[in-house]
Structures are given as structure tokens and as C-alpha cells.
């Protein structure tokens, strides 16, 4: 069992899975995203080959409006 | 005549800067945004809404990032440490963009400015490489210190973020203006058409606005005065006033071939 948090929400997964598989389980596939891992940059080019670990923080971000 | 406008080396024509909050939908934020001429827009970095449908419309498809240069900010931020942190994903985000609106706020009541935290963000994310448009109070010494950290403009406040109160304190953006060697741009405060005007006469490089757009009946045509407005502005600030004559009048019209004269 995967325990994560995501944005500050606890999330659960039956396997371990990479960063590009967490982004294709939240549906957020061709999204423009940003992740943070434990307060570090994700660089969307490691996705596939950055395993998460129970007890990981994810922020996972978007742009808005804003001014 | 061309009055091209620089930031970070980059070359822009329009001098306004608008935000992309606050609009009734995405529909209306593009027409504002295109209405007001504007080629450099603010936007927001906020969570990810997890389970939201992905075919929704986004910020992105109605104001492109190939169409507008982005600034994105670090609005809601009240630590150096929270908007660095904001700026790293905006810069991932947006593919190693680096141009960003650095705040870091006080209080949620005023969002006046914490300005010791503003200048530890400003060093830190100057040091990893931003360029760094800083929005801060319009003191002249703080203005200067986060010029000297090499921020690439600095962004007083004409009056709070929101309130629409126009341009308080003309005397202290003269000084932070005439003392800079970088673009001085308003950030915050300005209410109607008239107030962008004063700032451009008082000699800004550029005006940031959001609600004074958006909070207006008509956000469209509202836009648009903005971008006569700071166009007039500039112009006038470039054509120099006439001298001000106190207690005396002159006439416009010849003083001689009155008829009746004797």
C-alpha cells in the first residue's frame, strides 16, 4: 500500500507507482502541471522515472487567474 | 514615433499589465486581455482541483502562453520561503520561464506588503536565476535595496491591492522613480482611466492592474480606457507639461486686432 499525501489530502494506492503513473491515475494526463515532491521540483522530464515512496507530500500545481 | 518598453531584455509596445483574476469567465478574461492591448499577463499558481474534469476549459486555452508572456505571481504568499517555493513550480510549469511577480504579503486584511520577507525572497530568487518584478511599498529606500538585489522592476503600491483607491502618495513614487534604474511600474491601486493616466505622467515605465479591470461594469470597455489611458499618459509624461503659472492668466487668443480699437 502507496500512502501519499496530494495538496494536503491523504490518498491511498494498492501499488507503487511512478510520478507519469500518478499523474494517470488523478486523470490528469495532458494537463499542464507542476509537482513538488517533499518540497523539491519534479522536472516533468523525470516523471517516468521517479518512483514515489509512502509518506511522500505531493503539491501539484496549475495556473489560474490571478493578479 | 516607437517608445518600446524593456524587461528583462525583452521588448514590449504596450506598458499596461493586466491579471487575469477575478473575471466573470474565461470568455470575458480573453476579451478584457485583448480589448486592453496588453502583452504581459499575471496569473496565478494554485493546486490542481484532483477529480475536476480534464476536458475543462483552462486559463491557458483563453489567454495562450505563445500569445501573452506570463508573470506568474505569488499572490496569498505570506513567507519568503512559500513564494520561492511558488516560483520554482511556476517555472516548471511554464517550461524554465523565468520572468515572475514576486509578493509576499503581511496581512490578509491590508495584503500590504511584508517587506523583509519581500527582500529575502528577492535575494534568493535572484540568486537562482529569476527575473524578478517585485511589488513592494512605495517607500523610496526599500525600492532601491531591491533594485540593488537585482531585481529586474520594481512594482510600488499606489494604494491596496483591490481597493481601487488610486494613486495616494504622487511624492513618493517621484522619488522611488527618480532614483531607480529600472523600470518603476504601479502595482496595485488603481481605481479608473484617470489614475493609470497620473502614473504615466508621473513618469512609470508601466501600470499592473486586475479588479480596476474585472470589478468593472463593463470589463471590456473598461480594458480598453485603460490602454487610451496609459497610452495618454506616456505620451503626455514624454511631450512635457506646460510650466504651471500661479495667480496669473495668459490668453490663447492675439491680444491685438481686437475690433473697436482705438
Not at chain 2, 525583452?10 to 480589448?35: C, M, N, P, Q
Not at chain 2, 537585482?150 to 532614483?179: D, K, T
Not at chain 2, 485603460?226 to 490663447?252: N, Q
Request: net charge negative.
Amino acid at each position: 500500500m502507496l500512502k501519499l499525501s496530494i495538496n494536503g489530502q491523504p490518498r491511498e494506492f494498492a501499488a507503487v507507482l511512478t510520478v507519469a503513473d500518478l499523474v494517470q491515475e488523478l486523470s490528469l494526463t495532458g494537463k499542464r502541471v507542476a509537482i513538488e515532491r517533499n518540497g523539491e521540483i519534479v522536472p516533468r522530464s523525470t516523471f517516468a522515472d521517479t518512483s514515489l515512496a509512502s509518506g511522500d507530500a505531493l503539491e501539484i500545481v496549475v495556473a489560474v487567474g490571478g493578479g | 514615433m516607437s517608445d518600446m518598453f524593456q524587461i528583462a531584455g525583452k521588448t514590449y509596445s504596450s506598458r499596461l499589465l493586466v491579471g487575469t483574476g477575478k473575471y466573470k469567465d474565461f470568455e470575458e478574461t480573453r476579451h478584457a486581455i485583448e480589448a486592453s492591448g496588453t502583452e504581459i499577463i499575471t496569473v496565478a499558481i494554485r493546486r490542481v482541483n484532483i477529480g475536476q474534469d480534464p476536458s475543462q476549459p483552462s486559463l491557458l486555452d483563453a489567454v495562450p502562453p505563445s500569445k501573452y508572456t506570463y508573470l506568474p505571481n505569488t499572490a496569498g504568499c505570506y513567507t519568503a520561503d512559500d513564494a520561492v517555493r511558488t516560483l520554482r513550480l511556476a517555472r516548471e510549469l511554464l517550461d524554465g520561464h523565468k520572468l515572475v511577480k514576486l509578493e509576499v504579503l503581511g496581512d490578509s486584511s491590508t495584503l500590504y506588503p511584508n517587506v523583509r520577507e519581500t527582500l529575502r525572497a528577492a535575494e534568493t530568487l535572484v540568486k537562482d536565476g529569476f527575473d524578478v518584478m517585485v511589488y513592494t511599498s512605495d517607500d523610496p529606500i526599500i525600492a532601491k535595496e531591491l533594485e540593488q538585489i537585482g531585481c529586474v522592476a520594481v512594482m510600488p503600491l499606489a494604494s491596496l491591492i483591490g481597493s481601487g483607491m488610486g494613486i495616494l502618495n504622487p511624492w513618493n513614487l517621484r522619488l522611488i522613480i527618480e532614483n531607480a534604474k529600472v523600470p518603476v511600474l504601479v502595482d496595485a491601486g488603481v481605481g479608473t482611466a484617470s489614475d493609470a493616466a497620473i502614473a504615466m505622467e508621473l513618469g512609470c515605465d508601466g501600470v499592473l492592474m486586475n479588479t480596476a479591470i474585472a470589478g468593472a461594469k463593463d470589463p471590456v470597455r473598461m480594458a480598453r480606457a485603460m490602454k487610451l489611458a496609459v497610452e495618454a499618459g506616456r505620451e503626455s509624461f514624454l511631450a512635457g507639461r506646460m510650466p504651471r503659472k500661479l495667480y496669473s492668466a495668459d490668453p490663447s487668443s492675439p491680444i491685438s486686432g481686437l475690433i473697436g480699437a482705438k
